[in-house]
């Protein structure tokens, strides 16, 4: 408001008639003069001071931006975790992709049931022994950097020993008298045992995402993450990661694409997959040099982690629990049955789905070469939609909580996954909707599964897997590493192999993967029933954890003052 503005709301009565009479020149006409000057400056100035306050300066477009950023000893800790993240996705997205392609290529998509059963299954469970005993040896860190490392040794042998020696080394002699020997029934594991090292290629990539990144990483970050940065967090921490989805797709398909150029006489495969690999290494190197420096500046800064979040140590040593006794203590606990079931029913219900896709998938790009880069492009697409869903995500958090955000990829899964076997089932039904759009019945169903599964892919890693490790939090030292690693490294393949083996029996008794399609779909829909029926009640026993320790963290303050 400018000075004449100013001056309307500044008016003053005139002075009174006995000062007029006075000589201007009179100390006492003075004195009454130089008064009524100070008070006009004086509520003139108040007035303006008042106008300013009223209309603030405008934000620049920088303060409104890093009025938004976590604070610095937030931003200290949470960058790092989040290029961490970056680089585990963007190592099993090329895991996942090259593994599919190894084995659909070389023994049919049949033997994955087999595989998710009678491989991943018992490596998980062996896994989880080898675990519960280092970490009763181990410090935590030395875990993490004895596993990761023995994570990309195998896989860079695998590309360096393994694969260029693969006829030497595998038992095409034994297996072929096998094959005449046993049913035709025996061809799946006949055709893993002929390739094992194939075979073993797939376990460890598998392993990666159950291992390096459902327990290796979220368990790192739940020791360094409060629950309430959590909540604001953790939906971000997968949009650096899910940028690399976008990003390693693409290099699946580079790679597919110089594969495909190669001359003859080379292997074009084999060139290729020292590229894949290669790249999986070069990122591991970041995350562990990435992981050093969290361990050196952040998790030994009081500002970025409160000491009180660490493992207590306790002065008597606890007597060690035999690995049947583990499991019948995590047994005899709802909340972790609880989010076993969560983890189980997300393998079983992804599964049945995502085998049923790839089939059709296989059928509509028989050549390894078009395989390789429809994955490629499938995987770019799920970390498009997976950031957009991350930027949700934090809203959904925020405005509805815990069980509404727990409860989104259930439903997601099970709508898309019931429209993908309709498709399936009435396929002549669709007919006219796939002319219309210009391809077969057979390419709009590899398109809906498409969409199915990075759908499902994106709620997860937006939604689930936050809310999963949230529920970690509030548990006991005991529960978080040894529930934990049971619920993450024993659930997810016992979910995939319970799909599996639900896959065989049906197989076995219709004669068909295609003439079980409506009993999968009835099926999934039991999965996604007993899903939600956990995930309401865990977000009862969440919430009143969470309020136990609020509660627990006042008296200990109380006690402290």
């Not at 000589?23 to 008064?35: C, D, E, G, N």
């Not at 049913?183 to 075979?199: T, V």
């Not at 995502?354 to 790009?365: G, M, Y």
């Not at 006991?476 to 690693?485: F, L, P, Q, R, V």
Request: charged fraction near 15%.
């Amino acid at each position: 408001m400018g000075l004449a503005g100013a001056s309307a709301f500044t008016l003053t009565p005139p002075p009174p008639a006995n000062l007029a009479l006075t000589s201007p020149r009179s100390p006492l006409s003075h004195t009454l003069t130089s008064q009524f000057r100070s008070t006009q400056k004086s509520s003139l100035f108040s007035t303006l001071a008042a106008d300013d306050a009223s209309n603030p300066p405008k934000k620049s477009f920088w303060s409104k931006f890093t009025g938004v950023l976590p604070p610095a000893n937030e931003r200290k800790k949470l960058i790092p975790l989040g290029l961490i993240f970056f680089c585990n996705l963007f190592n099993y997205t090329i895991l996942r992709d090259t593994k599919d392609v190894i084995m659909v290529s070389n023994c049919g998509a049949e033997v994955i049931p087999f595989l998710k059963t009678y491989v991943n299954l018992p490596g998980a469970i062996l896994f989880t022994v080898l675990y519960s005993k280092m970490t009763d040896k181990m410090s935590q860190p030395n875990v993490y950097r004895s596993i990761v490392l023995s994570f990309l040794a195998f896989f860079a042998s695998f590309a360096l020993i393994l694969y260029p020696n693969a006829n030497a080394i595998h038992p095409h002699a034994l297996c072929d008298t096998l094959a005449k020997a046993l049913p035709a029934g025996f061809a799946a594991p006949i055709g893993i045992f002929r390739y094992w090292s194939f075979s073993l290629f797939y376990l460890m990539a598998e392993m990666w995402g159950s291992v390096v990144v459902s327990l290796l990483f979220w368990g790192f970050a739940n020791t360094v993450t409060t629950v309430d940065e959590a909540k604001k967090y953790y939906p971000l921490f997968g949009m650096g990661a899910n940028i690399a989805l976008i990003f390693s797709g693409q290099y699946v398909r580079l790679v597919s694409m110089l594969r495909a150029a190669a001359g003859p006489g080379v292997d074009g495969w084999g060139m290729s997959l020292k590229l894949l690999m290669g790249g999986v290494l070069g990122s591991g190197g970041i995350m562990l040099a990435l992981y050093e420096f969290m361990q050196r500046k952040v998790v030994t800064d009081p500002n970025c982690v409160d000491p009180n979040m660490a493992p207590k140590k306790s002065k008597k040593k606890k007597a060690k629990m035999s690995m049947g006794e583990s499991f019948k203590f995590l047994a005899d606990s709802k909340y972790i049955r609880n989010l076993a079931t969560l983890v189980v029913s997300y393998g079983m219900a992804i599964n049945i789905v995502e085998v049923s896709w790839k089939s059709k998938l296989k059928q509509a790009f028989p050549d390894p070469n078009a395989y390789s880069a429809f994955m490629g492009s499938f995987s770019s697409a799920t970390g498009a939609v997976t950031f957009a869903m991350m930027l949700i995500g934090r809203s959904i958090f925020a405005r509805f909580g815990w069980k509404v955000a727990a409860l989104v990829t259930p439903t997601m899964i099970g709508v898309t996954g019931l429209m993908f076997f309709s498709l399936t089932l009435f396929s002549g039904f669709f007919s006219p909707v796939a002319a219309a759009f210009g391809m077969t019945p057979l390419m709009l169903a590899v398109i809906v599964g498409a969409a199915q599964n990075i759908l499902s892919k994106s709620s997860k890693y937006s939604l689930f897997d936050p809310c999963k490790e949230m529920a970690y939090i509030p548990l006991d030292e005991e529960s978080k590493t040894k529930g934990k690693a049971a619920v993450d490294v024993i659930g997810n393949p016992l979910g995939k192999s319970g799909g599996a083996f639900i896959q065989q029996v049906l197989i076995f008794g219709v004669g068909s993967l295609a003439a079980s399609t409506p009993y999968l779909a009835a099926i999934l829909g039991l999965i996604v029933f007993s899903w939600f029926k956990s995930a309401s009640s865990l977000s009862v026993q969440f919430e009143e954890a969470m309020s136990k320790g609020t509660e627990e963290e006042v008296v200990d303050a109380q006690v402290l003052e």
